[in-house]
C-alpha cells in the first residue's frame, strides 16, 4: 500500500470511529489560569510547556484581537497550579501568532499581521517578524523586517508569518504564510538567523510541498518536520531538509500541532463544520471540531477532546492545554489517569 492510500484508509477509519468517541481520558478545567486582576483573555494565540517540566508558557493578543497600541504584556509563564510567575512583551508585535519555547527556555513568537492589519503595523513599523526572547523577556534575535511584506523567494522577510520551530540543535524553521495571499513555505536559517532555504509552493494539489493556509509546525524525535497544511486539510511530513515524506489526512484540517518527547501528537481542528468558503470544501458527517491526540511514529489516533481551542500543547504529566482565539480563554483539559 502505497502512502498516500495509507493514509486515506487512516482517515475512512476515524471517520467512522470518532462520531461516537468522548472525551475519556480527560476532563475539562475551566479558570485554571489566574489573570492578574483586571486582567482577562483576549485571543490565546499560543501555549507551550516550559524545559523544566514546573510552568507553561502563554501567548494572549493583549487582552484583544491586536498588540498595536497596546501596552498590556503578551506573553505570560505560569507555574502548574495556574499562578503568574512572569509577563512581559509589551510594544514588541502587533498580531502575535506562532509561540515556540526552545530547551534553553527561550521564547520564539512569530508575528504576522495580515490585510488591514498589516497596513496597519507596516505604518507603526511593527509586524512581520520573528522574535527570539530570554525567559526574562530580553529581545535576542529577531528573523524579518519589521513591517516589510517579502515575497515567496524572500531571504530577508516574510509575509503573514504563522509559526516557529527550533530544532534541538537550534537550526531554526518559520512557517511563512497565513490565510489568504501571504507565502505557503518553510523558511530554514542557521541558529545565529542565517538564510539557509525554503520550500514550499501555494497550490491545493497532492503534489509534495504544496501548500494552503500552513498553520502549524513541529518535529518528532526523528527529527521530522510536520507541517499543519490547513486548508488543503492534512498534515505534511518532511526531512529536515524539506524532502517530502508522506502526508495525514485524517487529523482534520490542523490549526496547530504539539509533538512531546514519547512522540505524542496533538492536532486541534477548529475548521470542521464552519470552514470559510474560501476553503473550497468541508468534512463530511462523522467528523467533528476538537483536538485528536495519537502516535506520531505511526499516525494512529488514541483519542478525542471535543474543543474549540485552536492551539494546543501538554505538560509533563500529559495534560492538555488549549488556546482558544475565538472565546478568548484558556482551558486545561486534565488527564485522567
Given amino acids: 500500500m502505497n502512502l498516500a492510500s495509507r493514509a486515506l484508509l487512516l482517515g475512512a477509519l476515524f471517520a467512522v470511529e470518532v462520531a461516537a468517541q468522548p472525551a ?47 501596552d498590556l504584556d503578551p506573553i505570560f509563564r505560569f507555574d502548574l497550579e495556574g499562578n503568574v510567575v512572569s509577563n512581559f512583551g509589551a ?17 520564539w513568537v512569530a508575528d504576522g499581521p495580515t490585510g488591514a492589519l498589516a497596513e496597519a503595523a507596516s505604518v507603526q513599523k511593527k509586524g512581520q517578524q520573528v522574535f527570539k526572547l530570554s525567559s526574562d523577556g530580553v ?51 542557521t541558529p545565529d538567523g542565517r538564510f539557509v532555504r525554503s520550500w514550499g509552493t501555494g497550490g491545493p494539489g497532492p503534489a509534495a510541498g504544496e501548500l494552503s493556509d500552513p498553520h502549524a509546525i513541529a518535529m518528532d524525535s ?24 508522506e502526508h495525514w489526512s485524517h487529523f482534520g484540517p490542523p490549526s496547530s500541532i504539539y509533538i512531546d518527547e514519547h512522540d505524542v501528537i496533538y492536532v486541534t ?13 468541508r468534512r463530511g458527517d462523522g467528523w467533528l471540531r476538537g483536538i485528536r491526540v495519537g502516535n506520531a511514529r505511526t499516525g494512529e489516533v488514541t483519542a478525542f477532546i471535543p474543543s474549540e481551542a485552536e492551539f494546543v500543547a501538554s505538560d509533563g504529566a500529559g495534560n492538555v492545554y488549549g488556546a482558544h482565539v475565538p472565546g478568548a480563554t484558556l482551558t486545561k483539559y486534565e488527564r485522567i489517569q
Wanted: proline residues 5%.
Fill in 24 to 70: 475519556g481520558g480527560y476532563r475539562a478545567v475551566s479558570g485554571w489560569a489566574k489573570l492578574p486582576a483586571g486582567r482577562s483573555w483576549g485571543a490565546v494565540t499560543g501555549v507551550f510547556p516550559d524545559p523544566d517540566g514546573q510552568h507553561m508558557w502563554v501567548l494572549d493578543r493583549c487582552g484583544a484581537n491586536s498588540c498595536l497600541d497596546s
Fill in 91 to 107: 510594544g514588541l508585535f502587533a498580531w502575535p501568532h506562532g509561540f515556540f519555547v526552545d530547551r534553553a527556555g527561550q521564547v
Fill in 139 to 189: 529581545v535576542l534575535m529577531t528573523l524579518g523586517l519589521a513591517g516589510v511584506v517579502g515575497g515567496p523567494a524572500a531571504e530577508d522577510s516574510f509575509n503573514a508569518p504563522s509559526d516557529v520551530l527550533v530544532a534541538p540543535d537550534g537550526v531554526i524553521y518559520v512557517l511563512d504564510g497565513h490565510g489568504e495571499g501571504g507565502n505557503n513555505r518553510v523558511v530554514q536559517f
Fill in 222 to 245: 526523528q527529527g521530522r518536520i510536520f507541517v499543519g497544511d490547513r486548508r488543503n486539510i492534512r498534515i505534511q511530513i518532511f526531512d529536515r531538509d524539506g524532502r517530502f515524506l
Fill in 269 to 281: 481542528d477548529t475548521q470542521t463544520g464552519a470552514l470559510p468558503s474560501w476553503y473550497g470544501q
